[in-house]
């Protein structure tokens, strides 16, 4: 949810805050497999959609990618 967004009330994520910047994730490899197939549509779309009930919210992604993690 930190990401992308949501909550009862939608929220904009980390993913929206870093729109026309930079998004860095620091240790790569501690984020869980689905955590990172969740970024995928926003990055190629450029944008969050978060739905709920009665509506359905859309949020820019525009962002670049950075990742780093420590050698082995």
Do not use: Y
């Amino acid at each position: 949810m930190a990401l992308v967004g949501g909550g009862s009330i939608p929220q904009p994520g980390e993913i929206s805050l870093a729109h026309n910047g930079v998004l860095f994730l620091d240790e790569l490899p501690e984020f869980k497999r689905t955590v990172l197939e969740v970024m995928r549509q926003p990055m190629e779309e450029r944008k969050v959609s978060i739905s709920r009930t009665k509506m359905i919210l859309d949020f820019p992604a525009s962002f670049m990618l950075l990742a780093s993690m420590n050698p082995w």
